[in-house]
């Protein structure tokens, strides 16, 4: 298996993939390669990618910039392994912006873009059964968002609903 | 519900091209009422042999597996947010209660991470005494794997040799970092003590007592007619299924993918040791078992050079100079009143440069990387956790479909999870 290959390898094999893609590079602290793209085109680069070689998709999350606008900042990370090469890919969403989903390039990547839906509220369009992951069903709040507070908003309201629905079920005539 | 007809196929992969499935039991007989009847049963959250909280929603036609979903979150406790209000310094102890079996696996991913995004290089003898205990982690949830993984399926004494030696290596943690889990012995810029050398004698014990140990298990198990059954062509993945599902770790290197980060990416000076990258041939859960207990064996001999280096680098500073980011010793902390400022600007108010950095280890699941984004204050701006154990519940449906409910058992424990990590 090869070894990290220089990032100057990495830039130069993406700029040939991503030919006809507008795309700027970003300069990072761990000296990752790091590009940004359009949402409009992030579809088309990724695909290329993909094609380039980059078989596996190890992260794909978000960056809540709120005093920023656009807010979120989606982040996909992918690994060749065959290269021995990590890209890292980023887009500015503003709030109820979509993004394209990548499941069809991935297929792992579908566990990644429901937790970004659960705690970002980021929608990604074409994803086949886009629901939460981490958080409850019924809960309607996006944890990770920046104006979500830590303490949370209603943490027990489901659990109360729940208990309040049971006690009517076991006790109809109100005994309890 | 329409009847369809299975055919008789333990060992077939599942989906067949045509839409049916293979794999099955044979079909319930035409007088049998369950007949062309689906089940839907819950395993867990609460089930012994999902380790952990863990929920599968099942459709079962007979005993065969037509429709897995996993259901994760019942272990969510908002690790990543809780980053982003406690600051940088105090999410160590947080980092232990992600993959609970490893607590110093998690802590080093971390200070890793951390240390990238603030430039900050880690003195020799800190990585050494790092490459140690990471070794012995990964003994130890290894050692999990194969006893819970032995006792699903029926091997029930296995469980007891093992964790009698992943008591030994608890107690060497115990000895070496002051706390059998739950360690939060490593800091940004090395460790937080230096490790008490008359320890040593313990863990040399220790491995030379594994090897034996490991075999035993493996007469135990590799040529045994049940374990081989219960796990060969059980869960077969291909290399390309592999990489596109992102699994990594054991799981990828059971398909025969020699990837280990260690390897490919090294980190904390693990280029200059000296252990091979086991793999597999056919990438279904016996190759997964083969490749861990291999690695064990590898561990330990990366270990037993680790505590080479130990005393090649005995009194050097296993901790960087920076005070920045970097904690001052204890007994200075107490007597200087410069150190004691430090200290607490540290704890309180640690800021790392604005930026962004991402390291991964190889963990004992797979590749635990943290994604971390700073904006030059002291409130991170985000800690992203990659979990492997994410990665691979998201894999039970691809393995598990069209598969007896029986075979689950094996699946779930040969892909390795930890529910702390998975939810985080």
């Avoid at chain 2, 992943?166 to 490790?195: K, P, Q, S, W």
């Avoid at chain 2, 950095?357 to 963990?363: I, L, Q």
């Avoid at chain 2, 039970?396 to 998975?422: H, Q, T």
Wanted: with cysteine; net charge negative; aromatic share 8%.
């Amino acid at each position: 298996m090869a070894g990290t290959s220089e990032p100057n390898a990495t830039v130069a094999r993406v700029d040939v993939a991503l030919q006809g893609i507008e795309h700027a590079w970003l300069a990072t602290r761990d000296g990752l390669a790091t590009l940004s793209v359009a949402v409009a085109q992030l579809g088309a680069a990724l695909a290329a990618l993909k094609g380039a070689g980059f078989e596996s998709a190890t992260l794909v999350t978000a960056v809540d910039r709120l005093p920023r606008a656009p807010r979120f900042e989606l982040v996909h990370q992918l690994h060749s392994l065959a290269h021995g090469a990590r890209v890292r890919v980023k887009c500015t969403l503003a709030e109820g912006q979509e993004a394209p989903t990548c499941t069809h390039l991935w297929p792992g990547a579908a566990f990644m873009e429901r937790e970004c839906f659960d705690l970002f509220g980021i929608v990604f369009a074409g994803h086949a059964g886009l629901k939460r992951l981490l958080m409850p069903e019924g809960y309607e709040h996006h944890p990770l968002r920046k104006d979500f507070p830590h303490h949370g908003i209603e943490p027990d309201r489901l659990y109360r609903e729940w208990d309040q629905q049971r006690r009517a079920d076991w006790h109809p005539e109100g005994a309890r | 519900m329409s009847t369809q007809v299975f055919e008789y196929a333990r060992g077939g992969s599942g989906r067949l091209a045509d839409g049916t499935w293979s794999g099955s039991s044979a079909p319930l007989d035409a007088d049998d009422p369950l007949h062309g009847e689906v089940m839907q049963l819950n395993m867990g959250p609460q089930h012994p042999a999902t380790h952990g909280v863990l929920r599968l929603a099942l459709e079962l036609d007979g005993e065969s597996m037509r429709k897995v979903e996993p259901d994760v979150g019942y272990l969510h406790r908002g690790k990543e947010k809780t980053c982003e209000s406690l600051g940088w310094a105090k999410f160590f102890p947080h980092t232990d209660r992600l993959d609970y079996v490893q607590p110093l696996l998690n802590n080093c991913a971390y200070a890793l991470a951390l240390e990238k995004l603030a430039g900050l290089a880690v003195p020799e003898r800190g990585q050494v005494i790092r490459v140690l205990l990471m070794e012995l982690s990964r003994i130890a949830a290894h050692l999990i794997y194969l006893g819970t993984t032995a006792i699903d399926l029926g091997a029930v004494s296995i469980f007891f040799s093992t964790f009698k030696e992943r008591e030994n290596i608890y107690t060497i943690l115990d000895a070496y970092t002051g706390h059998r889990m739950n360690n939060t012995y490593v800091r940004i810029g090395g460790v937080f003590a230096d490790v008490d050398e008359g320890v040593e004698g313990l863990v040399r014990a220790f491995l030379a007592r594994l090897p034996a140990e490991i075999d035993g298990w493996e007469r135990m198990l590799t040529g045994n007619r049940i374990w081989y059954d219960r796990n060969r062509n059980v869960g077969i993945l291909t290399r390309e299924q592999a990489l596109a599902w992102s699994l990594t770790g054991p799981n990828l290197r059971g398909t025969g993918v020699a990837h280990d980060l260690r390897k490919a990416e090294p980190y904390s000076g693990y280029e200059q040791y000296d252990f091979e990258v086991p793999v597999g041939t056919v990438g279904d859960c016996y190759d997964r078992y083969l490749v861990r207990v291999e690695e064990m064996r590898q561990s330990a001999r990366i270990a037993g050079q680790a505590l080479e280096r130990l005393r090649t680098t005995r009194g050097a500073e296993f901790l960087a100079e920076d005070r920045r980011y970097v904690l001052p010793p204890k007994d200075k902390v107490h007597t200087s009143m410069e150190e004691l400022i430090f200290q607490f600007k540290i704890v309180t108010d640690l800021r790392l440069p604005a930026g962004e950095a991402y390291h991964a280890v190889e963990s004992s699941k797979g590749e635990l990387g943290f994604y971390v984004v700073s904006d030059g204050t002291s409130a991170p701006v985000r800690c992203h956790i990659r979990a492997p154990g994410l990665m691979n519940v998201q894999a039970i449906p691809l393995l598990a479909e069209g598969r007896l409910l029986s075979d689950m058992v094996a699946l779930i424990g040969s892909l390795d999870f930890v529910m702390g990590e998975v939810d985080r």
